[in-house]
């Protein structure tokens, strides 16, 4: 029996490729709206695909969708119709739709195998390799993470990479080397094309293991890569003004405020409380930020009448950016997804993130003349040399330097 697994999450719905499926590419071609990711061999749908569409088509085939946070136990859709259809028989939602081969097809799907030529349906190749870091070990790492106060998600990046570790390897924990643990930090990058960062905090994550619950130094010496020395990307006013006056949702709208004129970080903004803002003072209270330290950063005054008039119209409580359910906050990947669509409609063609607002705060403010060691502080920088990488972005001491194309007659 072949099947399918659809893995959805709030922001997107992700269909791998295990192998070469003809069948199943002109199936996913033909519902629309969907991206062919050909390094990662997978169809990246958005949240707003045509659903009815979608499940009608899907409905042909024998799926494991597998959700966001969802339970142990797995679902297969689609077994009993899909057994009762003669071999022969082709899809009829592929059919009339598509001609026999598309050029979406022949630009991106590879070719099959001679072998798998005369099959109909190749729908999944090899299983997931199992996991090999067992329960205990797992349980024993998280407790040393939560006895230390480590925020949940290092804990969730450090069990990832230790499973990862030995999943890739197939080894238990006692049975890696020094020399694969480097073979894997270079399968990461080849394979996965991790950044810098991404790799050290691999490193980090199994030197934390082996040193703190091996009590094993067989990696200490392993070589970190050099941090990537890139520049922050930043927004102008315009581009900022664009921003907010095409998000029309009036949370949505503060969210953004609030992370732009305050300079948050996104997980401190979707944890915001209402008794974490003085509207008198003008002043937001950080309560456990980065680094869990607290901090206070200004309020703007068009934010504190915008959060007045949004409290009193919505009845906001407790959480000023209340998700689903309201008894919880807003996730950060809505948050994101918030600002994605926001750049989408001002039609801004950069490749950022909701964290450059704050990177744009900073700049901002630079640029206006304000010492350097203010915006530390309202950053909650630990140390000024992170807060004076906006000086190479800044154009304040450059505003007054003409190019020399400029002078020639």
């Keep these: 029996m072949e099947v399918v697994y659809i893995f959805s999450d709030s922001a ?3 269909i791998p490729f295990f192998d070469v499926d003809r069948h199943l590419f002109r199936l996913l071609v033909s519902v629309g709206g969907g991206v ?3 390094v990662r061999q997978e169809f990246v749908f958005g949240i707003n695909i045509n659903s009815a569409r979608f499940e009608r088509i899907a409905s042909y085939i024998p799926y494991v969708r597998v959700d966001e ?5 797995i679902s297969i859709f689609g077994f009993w119709k899909y057994s009762r259809m003669e071999p022969s028989v082709s899809c009829p939602a592929a059919r009339d739709i598509l001609p026999e081969k598309s050029p979406v097809e022949k630009a991106y799907l590879p070719a099959p195998a001679p072998e798998l030529q005369q099959k109909k349906y190749t729908m999944l190749g090899p299983l997931p390799q199992p996991e090999i870091f067992s329960e205990f070990w797992q349980n024993k790492l998280e407790d040393e993470l939560r006895s230390r106060k480590y925020s949940p ?3 969730r990046c450090y069990l990832y990479f230790n499973r990862l570790l030995c999943r890739t390897l197939q080894k238990t924990p ?3 080397h020094a020399e694969e643990v480097t073979q894997f930090l270079a399968s990461i990058e080849k394979d996965r094309e991790y950044s810098a960062s991404s790799i050290n905090l691999a490193i980090s994550a199994i030197k934390f293991f082996y040193r703190e619950i091996m009590k094993d130094g067989r990696i200490e010496d392993q070589h970190r890569p050099r941090n990537d020395g890139r520049l922050p990307q930043v927004l102008s006013k315009d581009e900022i003004r664009r921003i907010l006056d095409t998000e029309k949702n009036p949370k949505h709208r503060l969210l953004l405020m609030l992370v732009y004129s305050s300079g948050l970080r996104v997980s ?4 915001l409380k209402m008794e974490h803002i003085d509207l008198s003072r003008k002043v937001i209270h950080i309560r456990l ?3 869990r330290k607290d901090r206070c950063t200004l309020l703007s005054e068009k934010a504190a009448l915008f959060i007045t008039e949004y409290c009193d119209f919505f009845g906001i409580q407790k959480w000023l950016f209340p998700g689903q359910p309201p008894t919880r906050p807003l996730t950060i990947r ?7 669509k926001a750049v989408r409609r001002a039609e801004i063609h950069k490749k950022i993130s909701i964290h450059c607002l704050r990177h744009t705060f900073a700049t901002h403010l630079l640029e206006s003349g304000t010492d350097i060691r203010y915006i530390q502080s309202l950053l909650g920088h630990s140390n000024v040399r992170t807060t004076e990488r906006y000086t190479h972005i800044a154009r304040r001491n450059v505003l007054n330097i003409q190019s020399p194309l400029d002078s020639i007659p």
Excluded: L, M, Y
């Excluded at 809505?334 to 994605?340: E, G, L, P, R, V």
């Design 268 to 271: 401190e903004v979707v944890a």
């Design 12 to 14: 997107s719905i992700r």
């Design 69 to 73: 946070n969802s339970s142990p136990q």
């Design 153 to 155: 998600r290092t804990r």
């Design 334 to 340: 809505s948050a994101q997804h918030i600002f994605d």
């Design 289 to 291: 930020g980065k680094g």
């Design 174 to 176: 006692e049975e890696i």
């Design 36 to 38: 062919w990711d050909n």
